[in-house]
T-cell receptor
Framework: SQELEQSPQSLIVQEGKNLTINCTSS?????LYWYKQKYGEGLIFLMM?????EEKSHEKITAKLDEKKQQSSLHITASQPSHAGIYLC???????????????FGTGTKLQVIP | GAGVSQTPSNKVTEKGKYVELRCDPI?????LYWYRQSLGQGPEFLIY????????DSGLPNDRFFAVRPEGSVSTLKIQRTERGDSAVYLC??????????FGEGSRLTVL
């Protein structure tokens, strides 16, 4: 079974609409990462969350890590065609003095924004 | 360069051949990760190094896959007796402890 579940798997929204992508685990999430990937290209770092209850924003994208650190959400306000792509959440499931071991990724959420 | 460098960017090989993929991380990054990504899927964890040692190799699919990082910097992913199912993009990432993962552009492996 997948250690990180993302929902929805795909999303089509009208330009200007808000949307939310969720990332859920049955284990505690350490170092929760959000990345964006365009087809055939590399991963673009969006945000990193580490503390329960933490929330970060960049331009029109906001990410939150819930208090129990088992779920994160990514919210896009007033979506634009430039937001289209695949959104990936990643998390360390083990933490030691060296950092986050085994940073695993969800299967991704494919976002299309219709002008 | 300042980023994570992966070579080759593309590799086409025949079934049964041996392949090496190289990752040159950002200088000073002690953590190094290898992933495999197939079309339409998220990156699949393969192995994690902290310094020279493999702290977690639980994602390596079988004993045909092996990775080394002898001096705690450059890492090589080695695949023996390649199979068609090994075809994928192999991604490398490096980071400082508990920091952002910086990804390379990947090595696309095609096994004919």
């Amino acid at each position: 079974s997948q250690e990180l579940e993302q929902s929805p798997q795909s999303l089509i929204v009208q330009e200007g609409k808000n949307l939310t992508i969720n990332c859920t685990s049955s284990k505690t999430l350490y170092g929760l990462y959000w990345y964006k990937q365009k087809y055939g290209e590399g991963l673009i770092f969006l945000m990193m969350l580490q503390k329960g209850g933490e929330e970060k924003s960049h331009e029109k994208i906001t990410a939150k890590l819930d208090e129990k650190k088992q779920q994160s959400s990514l919210h896009i306000t007033a979506s634009q065609p430039s937001h289209a792509g695949i959104y990936l959440c990643g998390a360390g499931l083990v933490k030691d003095s060296g950092g986050y071991q085994k940073v695993t990724f969800g299967t991704g959420t494919k976002l299309q924004v219709i002008p | 360069g300042a980023g994570v460098s992966q070579t080759p960017s593309n590799k086409v090989t025949e079934k049964g051949k041996y392949v090496e993929l190289r990752c040159d991380p950002i200088s000073g990054h002690t953590a190094l990760y290898w992933y495999r990504q197939s079309l339409g899927q998220g990156p699949e964890f393969l192995i994690y190094f902290q310094g020279t040692g493999a702290a977690d190799d639980s994602g390596l699919p079988n004993d045909r896959f092996f990775a080394v990082r002898p001096e705690g910097s450059v890492s090589t992913l080695k695949i023996q007796r390649t199979e068609r199912g090994d075809s994928a993009v192999y991604l490398c990432a490096s980071s400082v402890p508990t920091g952002e993962l910086f990804f390379g552009e990947g090595s696309r492996l095609t096994v004919l």
